[in-house]
């Protein structure tokens, strides 16, 4: 029988609880405001044990430009991500353009990247994809598939040479697929390779969060239109509140990211973008899916959306996985409102 646990605020019963996160889907929208404090105390709680910081949003320091979370760090502490410093009022980088902090290895295609049902790597058999994990993120996803990362400290370990990545592109690599983490808190390095492989007429595609600084989108947009890659925006919630309880920010940057990585690439949109969303039981709802699929259709319906069944783990290890039912109806929905490529994935995770 599936365990249920009650609400602390309307002590109705679910069936998709997580101790890390006590408050059902409803009063968390409508009881916002009252438990933001304490959902930021969560997040911050989560990310203490790994020596990761969650700067305010009205702290007095400099402004962090790294990404679309412009942390404002203070005097002798770090950003979000871990790879900048306040450092007798300046900000100190650990990672740059020739050094980053990311693992990564040859993956044969095709392989199961999220977009892998629209990208040219689909068809590329007997050749590999360069998996380039980057071991930092500017949110804090308290399902987070790759939660590992977080045991890096960019402020304590070893950084890598961008050499060593532009050397693992030899000629049996097809496509180069920057991920993680994330990589938008590395994205200057994360170019510097990409250059390398488009000389090589090597495909580059991004995973993200969509937590772009929009200067370097623009250069991350170049670069995909460039080589025939993909860049893929993890929308999490459409729901300001949703988002920040799941990942520690209201997800208003990623929304204008999106809309301007559209009206850049115009009709290439559908070419060159994917956008997914984890079915997180009890939080992304009909609602959601319903609304983020708007807002994609009302942009451009022939950009391929991914809807990923969910599996517990890091902080809500105890949530259930997203039933069949549920993945079959939000499928539907999405067609409804008008995307005209909808695809279902981690198939094996429904029950």
């Known amino acids: 029988m599936m365990r249920k646990s009650k609400c602390e605020i309307c002590k109705k019963e679910f069936d998709y609880f997580s101790v890390i996160l006590p408050f059902c889907k409803e009063c968390i929208i409508k ?3 009252d438990i933001k404090d304490t959902l930021y105390k969560i997040h911050k709680k989560s990310r203490e044990k790994f020596e990761l910081s969650f700067p305010k949003e ?9 990404c679309a979370r412009e942390c404002i760090i203070k005097e002798g502490e770090r950003g ?24 990564f290895y040859y993956d044969p295609l095709p392989t199961n ?64 697929c920057f991920f993680g983490g994330d990589p938008t808190t590395q994205a200057l390095n994360s170019l510097k390779v990409a250059e390398e492989a488009i000389k090589r007429n090597i495909v580059v595609c991004y ?52 809309e301007f990585a559209c009206k850049y690439l115009g009709d290439l949109s559908s070419e060159h973008l994917c956008v997914s969303t984890l079915m997180v039981p009890g939080y992304i709802d009909e609602y959601e899916i319903l609304k983020i699929s708007e807002f994609i259709a009302n ?53």
């Open 31 to 33: 009881h916002f405001k």
């Open 58 to 66: 009205k702290e007095t320091g400099i402004k962090c430009g790294l």
């Open 80 to 103: 979000f991500c871990g790879l900048r410093i306040n450092k007798e009022r300046k900000l100190i980088n650990y990672g740059t353009q020739e050094k980053g902090f990311c693992s």
């Open 113 to 176: 990247c999220v977009a892998d049902w629209v990208c040219k790597g689909h068809k590329a058999y007997g050749k590999y994809n360069l998996a380039v994990f980057y071991e930092t993120c500017s949110l804090n996803c308290l399902f987070c598939q790759n939660y590992r990362f977080r045991y890096t400290k960019p402020w304590k370990d070893v950084s890598s040479s961008v050499d060593e990545l532009i050397k693992a592109l030899n000629p049996s690599v097809f496509c180069v």
């Open 207 to 258: 995973e993200s969060n969509g937590m772009w600084n929009k200067k370097i989108l623009e250069k991350i947009l170049e670069v995909v239109k460039e080589s025939g890659g993909i860049l893929k925006f993890d929308i999490k919630a459409y729901s300001p509140e949703i988002y920040y309880a799941l990942t520690g920010y209201d997800g208003k940057r990623v929304y204008e990211n999106f």
């Open 299 to 351: 942009l451009n319906p022939n950009i391929p959306y991914a809807l990923l069944a969910f599996a517990p783990h890091f902080e809500m290890r105890d949530t259930r996985t997203t039933y069949y039912r549920e993945a079959e109806r939000f499928y539907h929905i999405a067609k409804e409102k008008g995307i005209k490529n909808v695809r279902i994935g981690n198939v094996f995770l429904l029950r």
